[in-house]
C-alpha cells in the first residue's frame, strides 16, 4: 500500500487536489495551500533610524566644557547692550564738603586727647566756643546750597564731631537717619607720648 504525508508548509507552484486509496479501504484527499499574490501590494519595511555618531568625551573635557563661559552667541546684541562702563563715568552729581569738628572740651583746656578710649567721653564733646564754630559752617553749608536736593552726612564717632553733624542737620533741615557715623577712618591720629599733656608745654613738630 501506499502513504501520503500532509505537509504544512507553502509551496511557490499551485498544488492540485489529489486523492489516495489508502490500503484497499478508504480514500483520503490532502489540501492543497495557494501561494498566489493578493491584490493588496505587500508594504515596504521602515527604515531604519538615522545613525548618529556621539563624539566620545572624556572626564577631562566635560570638566573644561562646565568650567567654559557662555557661548558669545548668548550676548546680547551691540545695539541692545547695557550697563557698559566707562572711564572716567560720565554724569557724576556728587559733591563732597570736607567740615571741621568745633573745639572740644579738652582743646579748650589745651590737653591732648587722641585716644581712641575717649572718643564717646563727654569731655570730648563740643565746648561752647566748638559750639558757635558748628553753628557757623552749618550756615555756611546752607548758603553753599550743599543739601538743597538731599545729602547725608558721615561724622567720625567722636562725640564733637557726632555734635557738629547734629547741628549741621538741623541747619540743613536734614533728617537724623541720613547722618551715618564712620567709626575709624576719620579718627584723629594718635599723639602718643603725647597724650593728655597741655599744648603749650609742648615743642613745635
Not at 483520503?28 to 555618531?53: C, E, F, I, K, W
Not at 569738628?101 to 564717646?120: D, I, W
Request: charged share 20%; net charge positive.
Amino acid at each position: 500500500g501506499k502513504r501520503i504525508f500532509h505537509s504544512n508548509r507553502w509551496s511557490s507552484q499551485a498544488a492540485s487536489p489529489t486523492s489516495a486509496r489508502s490500503s484497499g479501504h478508504s480514500e483520503m484527499q490532502t489540501t492543497s495551500l495557494s501561494s498566489a499574490p493578493s491584490s493588496r501590494p505587500p508594504s515596504a519595511p521602515p527604515p531604519p533610524p538615522p545613525h548618529v555618531a556621539f563624539p566620545s568625551l572624556r572626564r577631562r573635557d566635560l570638566l573644561l566644557l562646565s568650567a567654559s563661559p557662555l557661548p558669545l552667541a548668548l550676548s546680547p546684541a551691540a545695539a541692545s547692550a547695557r550697563g557698559l562702563f566707562r572711564m572716567p563715568p560720565p554724569g557724576l552729581a556728587n559733591r563732597y564738603f570736607l567740615v571741621r569738628a568745633g573745639e572740644s572740651v579738652y582743646e579748650g583746656q589745651g590737653l591732648l586727647r587722641t585716644n581712641p578710649v575717649a572718643k564717646t567721653s563727654v569731655d570730648s564733646g563740643l565746648s561752647p566756643a566748638g559750639r558757635r564754630q558748628a553753628a557757623r559752617a552749618a550756615l555756611e553749608l546752607r548758603r553753599l546750597g550743599a543739601c538743597e536736593d538731599d545729602c547725608w552726612i558721615w561724622p567720625s564717632i567722636t562725640q564733637r564731631a557726632y555734635q557738629a553733624a547734629e547741628i549741621i542737620a538741623a541747619a540743613n533741615s536734614i533728617n537724623r537717619s541720613k547722618i551715618v557715623p564712620e567709626y575709624s577712618f576719620l579718627d584723629a591720629r594718635g599723639l602718643g607720648a603725647y597724650e593728655g599733656k597741655r599744648l603749650e608745654a609742648l615743642p613745635e613738630a
